[in-house]
């Protein structure tokens, strides 16, 4: 019904920047909250910044001052800019989001992942 495709991961150094997207395609009828999950190898997924539709957000507090999260609901998309990276930012990182549909069903979806690597 609803797919969330991710990119912009790929390799960093320390210090380094990356930006992430996520767009949701397919049969949408509204979009609530949409946030950013990453699993660094062996262990939980966790948080890392979370949006409504009306732009209010949260962040895990290692993403505070470094992370920042957007959307832009006419392309049903949202972003994750990520500065100051460190090697423990390395981990698969999801999107994911909210949907209502038409006929008033709650669901969450998510995306493959990708990975960000960021090297000492």
């Known amino acids: 019904q609803v797919q969330l495709v991710e990119s912009g991961g790929g390799l960093a150094q320390a210090g380094g920047s990356l930006r992430l997207s996520c767009a949701a395609s397919?049969?949408?009828?509204?979009?609530?909250?949409m946030g950013w999950y990453r699993q660094p190898p062996g262990k939980q997924r966790e948080l890392v910044a979370r949006?409504?539709?009306?732009?209010?957000?949260n962040y895990a507090d290692s993403a505070k001052g470094r992370f920042t999260i957007s959307r832009d609901n006419a392309k049903n998309t949202v972003y994750l800019q990520m500065n100051s990276l460190k090697p423990e930012d390395t981990a698969a990182y999801y999107c994911n989001a909210d949907h209502l549909s038409r006929i008033g069903i709650w669901s969450t979806y998510w995306g493959q992942g990708t990975q960000v690597t960021v090297s000492s």
């Open positions: 949006i409504t539709k009306g732009g209010d957000t």
């Open positions: 397919g049969i949408i009828y509204s979009i609530n909250g």
